[in-house]
């Protein structure tokens, strides 16, 4: 037991932790390690939130489509302490662009010059604002300009319509307008992250067995710890409650409405439901957490009997096709680990409030197969084994103009609530490795010395 402790008499706290994504599983395994008594509530039925895994077919894997990139070293350290980075099977990944009716690869220097979508003096300015965004390091700036604009000024009006635009219309639907320019600069950063570290190339690996191997391993971790788990919990009001200077819980379980009783509380889940669910918070936070907006996911996974086109990530660039992109773990996962089918992802990202979000799977399922047939000349749907929808709400906030003066604390104005969630990130695109180093500098540096001066 640490000093502190000592000093608040030897007395472990009651802490909740809400949210038992990987962002909240990470908060939970610190405060474990200190020597606390932590409890975890979760409204699914198991811990991983984004990261876990359903049943398609016969097969069980992640809801989300998701891959390890070799310089994720966050991610890798957790996947050491599980004695699972050893399993990891590390492969080259190819690009595909989908562009004027055809699949053109995308993988190399040379085939960024053989690709007819350009002129050469586009390629160059291109490659050169790519160049130029893998050097520069200081994000704050770029916050303060469109992305929009800023990719205009480094690559011209020609490759930003012809290319970025509809990149930007893919991954942020009409958000791209409202994005400030940190937001490109965290994906080349990411692109880069594998040459800066001295290697030639990225490599892309998955744990067998996916995620729900990683969390089976994780939850049985946090369990051996202490850990207190509330599945399908959902918590629906958190207050303060000063004359026994500690927080209520109130949820729903199985059995019905419950409430419990706390002296810390770190809430992990998305802006507007920390809004909702979170009584007391002063004007500045309620305003700060309202003006957060999110971008959700319509994701439906096939389960095909043969591959599409080869490429892990298919970026579309054509106007009017219905989805962000196509992705492939058929080309970095052996099909034998998925009973002979090749697993293909349709994600379609939209806005948190988009009715794309409430269309019936049938509409979705019938408009997938279409796009498929339309893109894939040789796809018939009788290829498609098993067709499911994963839909999510809240899944990155959108970094506007800046982003970063405008977010609410992590130590909010009551004491021992920390409100700490993936919107938080500000110099890095959204994804596990993001969120566990978040967890890493946000908890040491800001929620612990909290505690401890409390
Ligand atoms: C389509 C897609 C593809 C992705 N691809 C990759 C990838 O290739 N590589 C990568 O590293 N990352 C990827 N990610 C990102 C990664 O999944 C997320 O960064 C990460 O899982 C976020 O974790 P989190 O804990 O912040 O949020 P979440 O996982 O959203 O966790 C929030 C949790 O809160 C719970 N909750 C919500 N409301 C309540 C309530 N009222 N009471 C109790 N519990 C509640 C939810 O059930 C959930 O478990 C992808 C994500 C998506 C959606």
Redesign the pocket.
Known sequence: MDSTNANQGNRKFRWAV?????????VARKLLERGENVTL????DS??????AWKIGDVTWDR??????LS?VH?RRLLRELDLDKEIEWVQTKTGFYSAGKLHSLSSSIELLKFPILNLYQKLRLGGTIFFGSKLKNWKKLERISVEKWLIQWSGKSTYEKIWKPLLQCKLGDAYQRTNAAFIWAYIQRMYAARRSGMKRELFGYVQGGYDRVLHRLAMFLAEKGLAFRSK????RVSRDESKNSWTFE?QNENGRDSEQFDRVVM???SP?IL??VHGLSDKEQLRLAATDYLG?V?TSLLLDRPLGGYYVTNITDPGIPITGV?EMGSILKPEHLGGNYLV?L?K?VDSRDPALEESTELTHARCIATLSSMYPSFQPQQVRAIQT?K?R???AIPTLHYSENRCPVVSSMPGLYLL??ARIVDGT??????LRLVETEFDETIWPNHQAG
């Not at 809400?18 to 990470?26: A, Q, S």
């Not at 811990?47 to 876990?52: D, E, H, K, N, Q």
């Open positions: 809400v949210g038992g994504g990987m962002l909240g599983l990470g509530f979760d409204s699914g811990i991983g939130g984004l990261t876990s989300f489509y998701h891959v390890t990139p994720d991610l919990s959902t918590v629906h949820f992990t889940l998305p439901t909702k669910t996911v994701c992705i992802y994600p990202y994963a999510a809240y899944v990155m969630n993936s959204l994804n596990v490795n993001e969120v």
